[in-house]
């Protein structure tokens, strides 16, 4: 299985910082890659894919990149609606696998 | 807009099989893979496996001799059953759509979305 660590598994930030996630797999997987966010209680919506191309509607501060075995996600300008749980999830060989999570809080 | 709505028992015994349906909601069920994820409380996401709509699956190995996935494509509905549980299946459930989409082209990867809103299933004596 390919094993995808993720760090920190949670920061403090405030309001306007950028913020910098970085996923690292245990073999190359390509751009195969993308990011999610878990709000509590709630399921995880898809926010960066394959490319790496944002979802549709989701806001010009988070971007992904990387390839390979390196991989980050930046919210360039932390909002009140983005604290939340980020996953990374490879999707380049089964068993699909998902990072451990970031929790981001103020 | 693209729906997925999932139920099934909340609550099983030890040893009982857990048995979960997602309705797809608004879009061909043919063309997509569809997938189940867990989340054990306080925990982060595991991937179960999968289906597409010619009945093709795939498992994580990890759970593939208690799985299995299944498709009613007239009722645009799929099903995931695991026997034998104990309380270290105790999770929130989750149907999505993915990983995948079926073109002319091929296979072209595209994640998980939509989601559905997850159930909880407690296993407990």
């Known amino acids: 299985d390919i094993q995808m660590t993720q760090s920190p598994s949670s920061l403090s930030a405030s309001i306007g910082d950028r913020v910098i996630i970085t996923c690292r797999a245990s073999?190359?997987?390509?751009?195969?890659l993308g990011w999610y966010q878990q709000k509590p209680g709630t399921a995880p919506t898809r926010l960066v894919f394959?490319?790496?191309r944002l979802q549709s509607g989701v806001p010009s501060r988070f971007s992904g990149s990387g390839s390979g075995t390196e991989f980050t996600l930046t919210i360039s300008s932390l909002q009140p609606e983005d604290f939340a749980t980020y996953y990374c999830?490879?999707?380049?060989?089964?068993?699909?696998?998902f990072g451990g999570g970031t929790k981001v809080e103020i | 807009q693209v729906q997925l709505q999932q139920w099934g028992a909340g609550l099983l015994k030890p040893s009982e099989t857990l048995s979960l349906t997602c309705g797809v909601y608004?879009?061909?069920?043919?063309?997509?893979?569809w997938s189940w994820i867990r989340q054990p409380p306080g925990e982060g996401l595991e991937w179960i496996g999968e289906?597409?709509?010619?009945?093709?699956?795939n498992y994580n190995p990890s759970l593939k001799s208690r799985v299995t996935i299944s498709a009613d494509t007239s009722k645009n509905q799929f099903s995931l059953k695991l026997s034998s549980v104990t309380a270290a299946d105790t999770a929130v459930y989750y149907c999505?759509?993915?990983?995948?989409?079926?073109?002319?082209?091929?296979?072209?990867?595209?994640?998980?979305?939509?989601w559905g809103q997850g159930t909880l299933v407690t296993v407990s004596s």
């Open positions: 999505a759509r993915g990983p995948a989409r079926i073109t002319i082209a091929g296979v072209v990867i595209m994640g998980f979305d939509p």
């Open positions: 999830l490879q999707h380049n060989s089964y068993p699909l696998t």
């Open positions: 394959t490319g790496p």
């Open positions: 608004d879009v061909s069920f043919s063309g997509y893979y």
């Open positions: 073999q190359d997987i390509r751009n195969n």
């Open positions: 289906i597409n709509h010619g009945g093709i699956t």
